[in-house]
C-alpha cells in the first residue's frame, strides 16, 4: 500500500494551497478542533470531529448576495459574483459529507442558487472514514454509515493506530489529487484501523411515519418545554439551512445580506401583521423534528439529518435530536 | 503650536481626526453655541449631535459612531445638580463609568472616548475641550480598519 | 446520593399536595445535565444534582411557555439562588410565585422561601470574590496595547454565528424583544461579521451590567467556546469597584445602572 504519514499532513497541505487551493480541514484552535482554512503553522487534527461543519464554506455564515449602489438619479442594481474558491475540504466524515448532498438538494430547488452552487463546484471532498465515534453519534439510524463513500471525490483511511493513512480518489475531482497525495505518500506496510462502530439506536421511517400523523399531538409541548430557542443546532448542524435576508445600507449603497437563521428563534415566522404562527417554542420545536423527518422527506427523499451528533454535544440544555428519535421510536413500538 | 494652526494646513499629511460629539441640548449644545457666537475658532473636526440630555446617550450611539467612521467621541453634558431634566446627568454618569472600561478592555484607545462636563455658560471651556481632544486623537491616529469596531464594506 | 434523596421526596410533598404546580430540575442522561419539567409527583425519581449541573435554571422563568404555570418549585444552587433574587429585585418574579429548593455541594438546603435563599446567599457567598484566574486573564488583557486588545477580541468574536445560545442560556436576558430582534431602525447589524458581532457582544455585556451573578451559564452554551466570562467579569468588576454593587443578594437593591449615587466618582470627566 501507499501510505500518507500523518506527520505530512502539513506539507501535503501547503502543497495544495501551492497548486491554488484553499485547504479547509480540522485545524487544532486553543482548546477547540475546527473546520477552517489552514495556514501554515496550524495543527491538522485529521482524526478530531470538529465542531462546525463543512457546509460554513458552501453556504457561509454571512455574505453579500446583491447589491444597489445610490447615485443622485436613483440607484443601479449590481450583480455580485458568487467568489467560489478552488477548495479541498479534507478529512470530513460521511456524516458531513452526506448532509452536502441535501443541501444541493435544496440549493438547486426550483432556482439555480449561483452562490451555493459555484461553491460546491469549485469543492473537492476528501472524506475519512471515522475511525471513532461516541454517544451522540447515530448516522446508521439514519441510513448513514461510518465508511460511506457516497458523495465523497476520494476517501482517506486511517492505519497503522491512526499514524498514517490511505488515500483512493474515486471521481475525477478526487483523481486531480492524484499526484499531489502520491508526492507524500510512500509503500509500506499498513493494518487499516477498524471502522467506528455506531449501533442503530432508532429506525428513522418510525419516526417520519410519527410526524406525518402527529402534529397536533401534545407531545410536542412536552418535548419542547426545555428548549431555549437559539440557534446553536440550527447553525451548527450541517444539514440545516434557513436563511434570512437583510437590507443594510449606507448613504452610498444597499448590501442585500443572506444571514443564517434558525427556525428556534420565536420571531422566525413573525409576520408583519404582528401573527406568528409558531408562537411557542414546542410549535417551533416541532418545526424543527417536521422539516427534517417529514418535509424534507417528501420533498427530496431523504431526512435532513444524518446523524453527526453536534446538536446533542452543543446544546446548551441537551437536546439531542437522536434522544427525541428515540422517544418516539420507543412509544410507537409500545403501541 | 495650536491646534487652530494646525488647522489650516491643506490636505497634507497631518491626519486629520473624524471627531463625533454627543451634546446635551440645555448646556453643552447652549455652550457651544456660546463659543460660536464669541467667535472662538476651534478645531473644525468634530461633528455635534445634539440630544436633550445626556442621559438618552446609549452605549450603542458610541458605537454606531466608531462603525460608521469616528476617529474619537466626545459625550458632553450638564453639570452634575445642573441637568434640565435633575438625575439625567446622573444616570449617564453611571452608565458610562461602566461602558468607558468595556470599550477599552475590547481595544478602543481610551483617548478616543472621552466625556466632559460643559455648561452653557462654558463657550471657552468647549473650544479649548474640543481642541484638545481634536489633539489627543490626533496622536492615537486613525481608528484602525482592522478594529471589529469598524464596519468594513461589504464585499 | 443524601442530596437526591431529600430533594426527590420534597419536591414530591409539593406536588402532592399542589403548593406547587411543576418543578425545574436536572436529571441526568449519560454524562449530560438536561432541565426537567415535572408536573406529577411520581415523576420526581429523576431529579438529581451535582457539580456539573451548569446550567441556570432561573432562565426558565422568563419563557413564555412557563410563566404561567406558577407557582413553581426550582431547584437551585447558589448561582441560580442569586439570580432568582435579580430577578425579584426586577419585579420578575411574584410574591411566593416561585419555591426555592435549595443545595450546593455542601448538601440540601430544603425548600426555601426568596427571604431564607438571601439569609442564606449572605451566609455562604457574601465573601466570595470573583473568579480569580479569570481576573488574572483580564490583567493581563488589559496589560496589552489597545491594538493587541483588539486583535485579540477580534479573534474571538470571528468565531460568535450569533445564534444567541449566551442569550438564551441568561436568566438575566429576558426581553421579550431582544435590541438585535429591533430593526427601526437596525442598531446591532445581524451578520456574523466583525463589526455586528463587536457590538452584540459588548452590548450584551453592557445589558447585564450589575445583574450578572457570573454563573457562567452563557459562556457554556457558547457552542464556539468564546470567552464570555472575561466580558461578564470584567463587566460586573467594574460595578463593584465604582458602586460596590453585587447583584443576587438584595432582592430590594435598586438595579445598579438604572440608578445612581450623588457621590458617583467622575474622575473621567473632564
Known sequence: ?335 | MTTTETVKDTAGDVFQPRLVAFVCNWCTYAGADLTGTSRLAYAPHVRVLKLPCTGRIDPLFVLKAFEGGADGVLISGCHPGDCHYSSGNYHARRRWAVFRRLLSLTGIDERRLQFSWVSAAEGQKFADLVNRITDEVRAAGPFDPSNPARRLPWK | MEIATKLRADAAALLGDGRVKLVIGYAARGARRVPVFISEAPKVEVLMWDATCRQNLAAYLSKPDLKTLRPVAIVASPPVMRSLVVLASEAQIEDGSVVILGLDESGYHGILDLGKTVELLNAVCKGQGLDREILGRLEQIRGMSPQERAAFWASEFAKCTRCYACRAACPACYCARCIVEKNVPQWISTAAAAHGNFAWNIIRAFHVAGRCTSCGACQAACPQGIPLMLLNVGVTESVETEFGIRAGFDPDAKPAIGSYSLEDKEDFIR
Not at chain 1, 450541517?238 to 428556534?264: K, M
Open chain 1, 1 to 335: 500500500m501507499t501510505l500518507l504519514k500523518l506527520s505530512n499532513l502539513s506539507d501535503l497541505a501547503a502543497a495544495l494551497q501551492a497548486q491554488g487551493y484553499r485547504v479547509v480541514a480540522p485545524i487544532q484552535d486553543d482548546a477547540v478542533v475546527r473546520l477552517r482554512s489552514w495556514r501554515p503553522g496550524d495543527t491538522v487534527r485529521i482524526a478530531a470531529l470538529p465542531v462546525n461543519s463543512p457546509k460554513d464554506f458552501l453556504f457561509p455564515r454571512c455574505e453579500a448576495i446583491g447589491r444597489y449602489v445610490l447615485d443622485r438619479d436613483g440607484f443601479t442594481s449590481e450583480d455580485l459574483p458568487a467568489r467560489a474558491e478552488k477548495t479541498v475540504l479534507l478529512g470530513i466524515r460521511p456524516c458531513d459529507v452526506a448532509a452536502l448532498a441535501g443541501l444541493d438538494s435544496v440549493f438547486a430547488w426550483g432556482y439555480p442558487d449561483k452562490f451555493y452552487g459555484e461553491r460546491r463546484a469549485a469543492t473537492t471532498i476528501v472524506s475519512l472514514v471515522c475511525p471513532s465515534a461516541d454517544d451522540d453519534c447515530f448516522c446508521t439510524s439514519v441510513g448513514g454509515a461510518p465508511d460511506s463513500t457516497v458523495g465523497a471525490d476520494a476517501m482517506l483511511r486511517l492505519c497503522n493506530g491512526g499514524t498514517a493513512m490511505t488515500f483512493a480518489s474515486m471521481t475525477e475531482k478526487g483523481k486531480a489529487l492524484d499526484a499531489v497525495f502520491g508526492q507524500f505518500s510512500s509503500p509500506g506496510e499498513a493494518a487499516v484501523d477498524p471502522v467506528a462502530e455506531v449501533p442503530v439506536l432508532f429506525n428513522s421511517e418510525v419516526v417520519t411515519d410519527w410526524c406525518s400523523k402527529s402534529f397536533e399531538s401534545t407531545v410536542w409541548r412536552t418535548l419542547g418545554l426545555a428548549c431555549l430557542g437559539c440557534g446553536a443546532c440550527a447553525f451548527m448542524c450541517p444539514a440545516c439551512h434557513c436563511f434570512d435576508i437583510q437590507d443594510e445600507s449606507t448613504d452610498a449603497q444597499v448590501d442585500r445580506l443572506r444571514n443564517w437563521d434558525s427556525c428556534g428563534f420565536s420571531q422566525f415566522t413573525l409576520h408583519a401583521s404582528g401573527h406568528n404562527p409558531r408562537p411557542d417554542q414546542p410549535a417551533r420545536w416541532r418545526q424543527r423534528m417536521m422539516h427534517k423527518f417529514r418535509y424534507f422527506k417528501e420533498r427530496f427523499g431523504r431526512v435532513a439529518c444524518t446523524g453527526c451528533g453536534r446538536c446533542g454535544r452543543l446544546c446548551p440544555t441537551g437536546m439531542a435530536i437522536s434522544d427525541v428519535c428515540r422517544e418516539i421510536a420507543r412509544a410507537e413500538e409500545v403501541r
